[in-house]
């Protein structure tokens, strides 16, 4: 006899799966466009959970994690994902700006990081999940100290039971299976009001030059031959730097190296060490930059070849430059002479 709805199969598989945590989510391969609209949802999730008064607020940190297959089969495309997704966000906010009046975020760019495991906060990840987590600043796994104990960040997710993002704590060590590779990092400046580009792809090229004789230098070194502004992105940090030697090197911040005087010193696990000097040339009267990383080292969007230590290849160095450490750390020189 055939079994009735709700009959004694019903009634048995409600035993096996209550109906409450039932998850009747359909299963579906992870494409560029379900990436997209996940990252939508916890961004407008964040937007209408945060914003306040006349400010508006929203999630600018987000990690996508994903099947080490999956990620592999969508890493080329995620620099596209990355610039349709802040279009998008670009598009909410506008679309709220007459009801908030004022755009406020706590961080000063769009931070987008893909990561890749089996496993995160015990649950599996398999070939067709996708975890989104934002939060509106600071979410930095792997990146911590080492021997200072487990913390919990907050932040906003997909919660299983409800289908629906909500905020909750997650412990650091959560992330500790997840590889977070250098590549499927992307930084993006906030700029309301011109095209957004991910870092390392601006719209414009300013083409290198060698830099013209100068004035002698100045007459007192405490001066500064250059100024050097930073922005670490994973951080979130800005500081300056007073280039006072004729020649400086630039390095991950390392407890060997923190008693030299000529060091310019950033925490950044992205940063070589050394990564690159920066010197003055007495003979040309001009700026040059050295680079010895093995990850990418750009001036004005060039990619400039690595030299060993020993025998640096240096290049000129215009008077007001923006230098790319690896995608994630950037400076801003200015000659001061």
């Known amino acids: 006899m055939a079994n009735k709805p709700g009959g004694w199969l019903g009634k048995l598989s409600s035993l096996i799966i209550p109906p409450s945590q039932t998850d009747t989510r359909p299963t579906s391969t992870v494409t560029n466009k379900r990436i997209l609209d996940e990252l939508i949802a916890s961004f407008e999730d964040s937007l209408h959970r945060e914003s306040f008064g006349t400010s508006l607020l929203f999630n600018a940190h987000f990690l996508i994690i994903m099947h080490p297959d999956t990620y592999e089969e969508r890493q080329n495309a995620f620099p596209v994902v990355v610039n349709e997704a802040v279009e998008a966000f670009k598009a909410i906010i506008d679309s709220h700006k007459s009801q908030y009046g004022r755009v406020s975020p706590v961080a000063s760019s769009w931070f987008f990081k893909f990561g890749a495991g089996q496993e995160f906060n015990g649950e599996p990840v398999g070939p067709t999940e996708l975890k989104v987590i934002g939060a509106l600043t600071g979410i930095l796994p792997g990146n911590g100290p080492a021997g200072v104990a487990a913390e919990k960040v907050n932040v906003t997710r997909r919660v299983k039971q409800t289908n629906l993002y909500e905020k909750v704590d997650v412990d650091v060590h959560a992330f500790q299976h997840i590889d977070f590779r250098e590549p499927g990092a992307f930084v993006v400046k906030f700029n309301f009001d011109s095209?957004?580009?991910?870092?390392?792809?601006?719209?414009?090229?300013?083409?290198?030059?060698?830099?013209?004789?100068?004035?002698?230098?100045?007459?007192?070194?405490?001066?500064?031959?250059?100024?050097?502004?930073?922005?670490?992105?994973?951080?979130?940090?800005?500081?300056?730097?007073?280039?006072?030697?004729?020649?400086?090197?630039?390095?991950?911040?390392?407890?060997?190296?923190?008693?030299?005087?000529?060091?310019?010193?950033?925490?950044?696990?992205?940063?070589?060490?050394?990564?690159?000097?920066?010197?003055?040339?007495?003979?040309?009267?001009?700026?040059?930059?050295?680079?010895?990383?093995?990850?990418?080292?750009?001036?004005?969007?060039?990619?400039?070849?690595?030299?060993?230590?020993?025998?640096?290849?240096?290049?000129?160095?215009?008077?007001?430059?923006?230098?790319?450490?690896?995608?994630?750390?950037?400076?801003?020189?200015?000659?001061?002479?």
Request: a neutral charge; glycine letters at 2%; zero cysteines.
């Open 195 to 337: 095209p957004v580009t991910t870092a390392g792809q601006a719209p414009v090229s300013v083409p290198l030059r060698v830099a013209p004789a100068a004035a002698p230098l100045p007459r007192s070194i405490d001066a500064g031959l250059a100024q050097i502004s930073f922005y670490i992105a994973e951080l979130n940090k800005e500081d300056t730097y007073l280039m006072r030697d004729r020649e400086i090197v630039v390095a991950r911040k390392e407890p060997d190296n923190q008693h030299f005087p000529n060091y310019l010193l950033l925490e950044s696990a992205y940063v070589s060490n050394p990564h690159a000097r920066i010197r003055y040339n007495d003979s040309t009267h001009s700026f040059q930059i050295a680079s010895f990383s093995r990850n990418e080292t750009r001036v004005n969007e060039h990619l400039i070849a690595r030299s060993e230590p020993a025998n640096p290849q240096w290049l000129d160095l215009p008077d007001k430059a923006q230098i790319l450490l690896n995608s994630m750390v950037t400076l801003h020189f200015q000659r001061n002479f």
